[in-house]
Structure formats: structure tokens, C-alpha cells
């Protein structure tokens, strides 16, 4: 872990949403290509690095904030050490982000990453989108939890022989927020459970 450490308002240009980033970005318009150019090959190195002695455990997860955004971003791999807040929403508190983290990523790696499961869909959709709510209410980054979030749960799915989540209908709707406030203010991945459920295909 890095010894550098941030507070929230310093990740950010002033008065703007733009974090900081080593391409001296000032658009919103410029920062979102270069992210989604990032994310876009993330996706297909890590998609195509995934086999069945992958570990997705929490160093991999922490690697795809990392290895996804480190040339863009100097917070990239590390957990936060302020609270947030979205909405009405607490995630974890700072203090707890660490053993939270730890106690999530041990259940995952009881259920053996889920691949007992992997042939019952209904199931496999449940237990994955009670992980994914689980990883929404620790939001451990400054930013791009979300992205990252999907990121490794999609990582998850390929690895017990699903192909990537379709998430875009949720997203451009609104759903997935609501989903999100679900499990972050009640404990309940239940709206989650049914947008995972609508986009999760088998690879035949
Ligand atoms: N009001 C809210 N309550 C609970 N969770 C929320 C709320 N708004 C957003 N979220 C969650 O936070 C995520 C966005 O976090 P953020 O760090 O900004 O990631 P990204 O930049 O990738 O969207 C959303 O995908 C959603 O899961
Ligand atoms: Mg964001």
C-alpha cells in the first residue's frame, strides 16, 4: 500500500467533478473518453486473462482498479481513508473499509468464487448480486466503484462461464441507482438479483 494518502476534495480540480489526473484533463467530456477508453482495455486484457486457476480474490479485485487506471490517475489501487456519501446513501465507514473488505472477500472464497453454483442460473444470479450490493456498500475507492464493481463481478461471470452482464438498460434508467440505494441503506440485493438475472446469459 502506497504511503500516500488523500483527502476527498484534493482528488478532485477545484470546484469541478474532474479528478486530478496525470494528462493535466480539465473537460468532462475529454476525462470520460479517456476513462472508457481505459475501461474498454481492461476489459478485453482481463477478459481474455481469465482461466480456471484464476484467483478473484481481493488483491485481484484492488489489481483491476489499479492496473485499469494507474496511468491516468495517482488513487488508483488504493482504499480511501475518508467517509463518503451519496444521496442520502453512507458507504462503509473508513475505519471499518479494511476488515469489511476482508470479510467479504473470505465469504466469496468460502463459496469457492461461486462455481458450485454455477449451473442453477437463478442462484448463481443471487449470490452474485448479494456480492456485488456487498461490494457497493463498501465502496473503497475514491472513485470509479462502480465501474470497477461491475468490472470484477463481470470478471466472476466469465470465470464460472457466463458471458459479460448486460447492465444497460438499468443504467440508462435509473434501476441500478435505486438498486444500489437498496443495498447500501436496507442490506437488500433483491433489485439487483432481477437487473443480473435479465442480463445473464451461459456461453453455450
Ligand atoms: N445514492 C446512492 N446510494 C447508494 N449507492 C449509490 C448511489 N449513487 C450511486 N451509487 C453507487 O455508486 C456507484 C458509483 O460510484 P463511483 O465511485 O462514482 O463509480 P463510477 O464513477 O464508476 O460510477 C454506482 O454505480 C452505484 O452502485
Ligand atoms: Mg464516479
Do not use: W
Amino acid at each position: 500500500m502506497s504511503k500516500y494518502r488523500f483527502s476527498h476534495s484534493s482528488i478532485y480540480i477545484d470546484g469541478t467533478d474532474i479528478p486530478k489526473n496525470n494528462l493535466n484533463i480539465n473537460s468532462s467530456e475529454e476525462i470520460h473518453e479517456v476513462e472508457n477508453l481505459l475501461l474498454s482495455e481492461a476489459y478485453e486484457k482481463f477478459s481474455n486473462q481469465i482461466n480456471s486457476a484464476s484467483l478473484l480474490d481481493e488483491t485481484y479485485f484492488i489489481n483491476l482498479h489499479k492496473k485499469t487506471f494507474e496511468s491516468l490517475y495517482n488513487f488508483s489501487g488504493l482504499y480511501r481513508d475518508v467517509n463518503m456519501s451519496k444521496g442520502e446513501s453512507q458507504f462503509c465507514l473508513a475505519q471499518y473499509l479494511h476488515t469489511e473488505s476482508k470479510r467479504i472477500f473470505k465469504e466469496l472464497e468460502d463459496e469457492n468464487y461461486l462455481a458450485d453454483i454455477k449451473d442453477d442460473k437463478a442462484l448463481f444470479a443471487k449470490r452474485l448480486a448479494y456480492y456485488q450490493g456487498e461490494l457497493i456498500a463498501l465502496h473503497p475507492f475514491y472513485e470509479l466503484n462502480g465501474r470497477v464493481t461491475r468490472l470484477f463481478c463481470d470478471m466472476l461471470a466469465l470465470f464460472n462461464g457466463y458471458k459479460l452482464i448486460d447492465y444497460s438498460h438499468a443504467i440508462d434508467n435509473g434501476a441500478y441507482i435505486e438498486a444500489s440505494i437498496e443495498c447500501v441503506q436496507y442490506a437488500d440485493s433483491s433489485g439487483l438479483e432481477e437487473i443480473i438475472s435479465k442480463g445473464l446469459f451461459k456461453y453455450e
